[in-house]
């Protein structure tokens, strides 16, 4: 099993940045990828990018595109959510998670096996 910490959040106001990690231990990841969803309260739990362990391509929700980011190094076994342009609607908590199966639907929750504690994100107007 992998267990998955996550860290960076906090509050900022809209225009503003934050730096998203989640740090992978239990052994070296190998898993088909990495990603975040986030919750805001009272709605269901949101796609928000994710990223293949190999190759690294890349995915997004609509709604952060072209303002979110997404890496990973291997060799940490850490994989980063840069977040620019924030804008109130962003504030969650937001979780990484990890598709230790590959079970290969790096945009579902049903891809993930594991998932970290949650970072509170609060983007203020």
Same mark, same amino acid.
């Given at each position: ?49 994710? #990223? ?5 391509? !890349?995915?997004?929700? /609509? ?6 980011? #997404? *890496?990973? /190094? ?10 620019? @342009?924030?804008?109130?609607? /962003? ?7 990890? /598709? *230790?199966? @590959?079970?290969?639907?790096? !945009? @579902? ?9 949650? !970072?509170?994100? !609060?983007?203020?107007?």
């Amino acid at each position: 099993q992998v267990q998955l910490v996550e860290s960076g959040g906090g509050l900022v106001q809209a225009g503003g940045s934050l730096r998203l990690s989640c740090v992978a231990s239990g052994g070296t990841f190998s898993g088909y990828a990495m990603g975040w969803f986030r919750q805001a309260p009272a709605k269901e739990r949101e796609f928000v990018a994710a #990223i293949r362990w190999t190759g690294g391509r !890349t995915y997004f929700g /609509d709604s952060v595109k072209g303002r979110f980011t #997404i *890496s990973r /190094d291997n060799a940490k076994n850490t994989v980063s959510l840069q977040m620019n @342009s924030l804008k109130p609607e /962003d504030t969650a908590v937001y979780y990484c998670a990890a /598709d *230790s199966k @590959s079970r290969a639907q790096p !945009t @579902s929750r049903r891809g993930y096996d594991d998932w970290g504690q949650g !970072t509170q994100v !609060t983007v203020s107007s």
